[in-house]
């Protein structure tokens, strides 16, 4: 079975500065997905970034971004020019390709607080 | 696109009661509805994948029995909690795919509150 780690209950960082997220995980698969989703007070669940783990490129979502390295299995995420608004749990989560297996497994959390 | 809508965000039932709790995909069609529980301060964990018109698959120590989900079209998945328990206290989120995309739609989420 797949594991994800989060080994950062909780972050805090200057507005305006850059934060990094650590997410590792454990799997014997080779084919799979890696996500960032973040989730705020509303406890709405939002999408921030996926990368596929075929590709070596790290993905990039405007001020997010992704450092992956397969080997290591680590997948953390970098906010650059944190705003209020980034203020939120934040998880890591892994999804098999295969699509007879589609469930998504996550990490603890780590609670991100946003300093004026 | 890609709206998943939960009803009621909000229950507070009886002990012993059920109660049923519905994920509904506004746009799109839902091959796959996932439920999740979280408890405060806590990660969502999986309680059971359904498929539309098939039975749903549990995870490893959930009741099926008191869970009882049901997946009858591409639009609707209901999840009911029979004979609740204020233990049955929770978070309870969904969340829908369709066939062939790997990205799940989460719902706002329904806090049920168990007295």
């Known amino acids: 079975a797949q594991t994800v780690t989060q080994s950062q209950p909780e972050m805090s960082v200057q507005e305006a500065e850059t934060v990094t997220l650590s997410c590792t995980y454990d799997t014997s698969e080779s084919d799979y997905y890696l996500f960032w989703y973040k989730q705020p007070p509303s406890r709405q669940m939002i999408l921030v970034i996926r990368q596929e783990a075929y590709k070596q490129q790290n993905a990039t979502e405007n001020r997010f971004s992704v450092n992956f390295q397969k080997a290591a299995k680590s997948f953390s995420l970098k906010i650059s020019d944190s705003q209020l608004g980034d203020a939120a749990m934040y998880f890591c989560?892994?999804?098999?390709?295969?699509?007879?297996?589609?469930?998504?497994?996550f990490g603890t959390g780590t609670r991100l607080t946003i300093i004026p | 696109g890609a709206v998943v809508s939960q009803h009621p965000s909000r229950v507070i039932c009886k002990s012993g009661t059920s109660v049923k709790i519905e994920c509904r995909s506004l746009d799109f069609q839902a091959t796959t509805m996932f439920w999740y529980r979280q408890f405060p301060k806590q990660s969502l964990m999986l309680m059971a994948t359904s498929n539309e018109g098939s039975k749903a698959t549990y995870e490893q120590g959930v009741e099926k029995d008191k869970f009882l989900i049901n997946h009858a079209s591409l639009t609707l998945s209901t999840l009911t909690v029979t004979s609740a328990h204020p233990e049955d206290s929770s978070f309870y989120i969904c969340s829908a795919k369709t066939a062939w995309v790997y990205e799940q739609y989460f719902g706002p989420g329904t806090r049920l509150t168990v007295t």
């Open positions: 989560a892994y999804r098999s390709a295969d699509f007879g297996n589609e469930k998504l497994t």
